[in-house]
């Protein structure tokens, strides 16, 4: 089992930044990728960013050059340095891991939104 807690998120203004943080709890040794989704109203929920315990990184079309995904070594926590917003990147967020046996996990979700 792993447990994400997310920190971060809000209101900010067009143009704006905000960072989102996300930290695994327990059998931080099994998690082999994390990322981050985002599901708006009436959307499916899409990747934005994820990175890999060997540093790949991928990251939505939508979001390249303006959102940054990093992690510390222990693969225990991540930040997404999300620059530039713009309104349809309004969202909630929600963390993932995934587990070396193919087993996702979700954190609880945190709403960003961005106005014009």
């Known amino acids: 089992q792993v447990h994400l807690m997310e920190s971060g998120g809000g209101l900010v203004q067009a143009g704006g930044s905000l960072r989102l943080l996300c930290t695994a709890s327990?059998?931080?040794?099994?998690?082999?990728?994390m990322g981050w989704y985002r599901q708006a109203p009436g959307n499916e929920r899409e990747l934005v960013a994820s990175?890999?315990?060997?540093?790949?990184?991928n990251y939505a079309d939508s979001v390249k050059g303006r959102f940054t995904i990093s992690r510390d070594n222990l693969m225990s926590t991540i930040t997404l340095q999300m620059n530039s917003l713009k309104p349809e990147d309004t969202a909630v967020y929600y963390c993932?891991?995934?587990?070396?046996?193919?087993?996702?996990?979700w954190g609880q979700g945190t709403q960003v939104t961005v106005s014009s």
């Open positions: 993932n891991a995934r587990h070396q046996l193919n087993v996702d996990y």
């Open positions: 327990e059998n931080r040794a099994t998690i082999v990728a």
């Open positions: 990175i890999n315990r060997g540093g790949g990184i």
